[in-house]
C-alpha cells in the first residue's frame, strides 16, 4: 500500500484562505476515522505537518492551524478556535470556543473553553481550562531558566510535558541537589496563587 493510500485526510489546494502571512488550505477526510467520516472537510492549515496523519486528531469547521504548531494523536480543534506559532496539542486534547494557542505552548489530554494562551505555558492531564484564573506560567530563574505551569484546582504542576505535584516536581532529576531550594519556590507559587484568589476572586 502506498503512503499516499495511507492517508487520512488530503489538503484541497483550490480552496484556500489568506492569513495576513501565506496562504491556509482546507482539509478533507478521505477516510473514516474518530467522528470523522469519509469526505468530510475539516479546517484549514498552512501545510500537511500541521495535522497528522495517524491518530483520531482533527481541525473542525473554521478552525486553523499554522506556522510550526502540530496537532496529533487524537487532539480535537474546533469551534472558530486558532493553534499558531510552536503549538504542540496531543493526547485527547481538546481546544474550543474560539481559543487562541501560541508561543510555544504543549497541551495534553486537557480541554481549554474560550481562552487565550502563549508563551511556555504547559498544561499535562485531564484538566478543563475555562479562563486565564485556572492556570499560571512561571519562570523558575535559578538554577535554571525553566518555565513551570501551576493548575491550581488540581494542585499539579506541568513541567517539561509531564504532570507532577509539587513535592514530585521538586525531586526531578533536573533539579539535582536543589530540590530543596525548587520545593520552596514551588510553595511560593502556591501561597501567592492562593492569594490571587482571595484578593481578586
Known amino acids: 500500500m502506498s503512503q499516499e493510500t495511507n492517508k487520512k485526510y488530503i489538503i484541497l489546494e483550490?480552496?484556500?484562505?489568506?492569513?495576513?502571512f501565506g496562504?491556509?488550505?482546507?482539509?478533507?477526510?478521505v477516510k473514516d476515522f474518530g467522528d470523522v467520516?469519509?469526505?468530510?472537510?475539516?479546517?484549514?492549515?498552512?501545510?500537511?505537518?500541521?495535522l497528522?496523519?495517524?491518530g483520531n486528531c482533527w481541525i473542525y469547521d473554521e478552525s486553523v492551524v499554522y506556522g510550526g504548531s502540530r496537532v496529533c494523536e487524537n487532539a480535537k480543534i474546533l469551534n472558530y478556535s486558532e493553534i499558531?506559532?510552536?503549538?504542540h496539542i496531543c493526547g485527547n486534547a481538546i481546544i474550543e470556543r474560539k481559543s487562541s494557542i501560541g508561543g510555544e505552548v504543549f497541551i495534553k489530554d486537557a480541554k481549554v473553553t474560550e481562552v487565550?494562551?502563549?508563551?511556555?505555558?504547559?498544561?499535562?492531564?485531564?484538566?478543563?481550562?475555562?479562563?486565564?484564573r485556572d492556570f499560571y506560567t512561571f519562570k523558575i530563574w535559578w538554577p535554571y531558566d525553566e518555565?513551570?505551569?501551576?493548575?491550581?484546582?488540581h494542585n499539579k504542576f506541568s513541567y517539561c510535558c509531564q504532570s507532577y505535584t509539587k513535592e514530585e516536581l521538586a525531586k526531578n532529576d533536573?533539579?539535582?541537589?536543589?530540590?530543596?531550594?525548587?520545593?520552596?519556590?514551588?510553595n511560593k507559587i502556591v501561597d501567592l496563587c492562593d492569594y490571587y484568589k482571595k484578593v481578586y476572586p
Open 14 to 20: 483550490d480552496e484556500k484562505l489568506e492569513d495576513g
Open 116 to 132: 487565550e494562551i502563549s508563551d511556555c505555558t504547559q498544561i499535562i492531564g485531564d484538566f478543563e481550562i475555562k479562563s486565564a
Open 37 to 50: 467520516k469519509a469526505g468530510d472537510k475539516g479546517g484549514w492549515v498552512e501545510s500537511e505537518r500541521n
Open 84 to 87: 499558531c506559532d510552536y503549538a
Open 174 to 186: 533536573d533539579f539535582g541537589q536543589e530540590s530543596g531550594i525548587i520545593l520552596e519556590i514551588l
Open 23 to 29: 496562504w491556509l488550505y482546507r482539509i478533507q477526510a
Open 52 to 54: 497528522s496523519q495517524d
Open 147 to 153: 518555565y513551570v505551569t501551576y493548575i491550581p484546582k
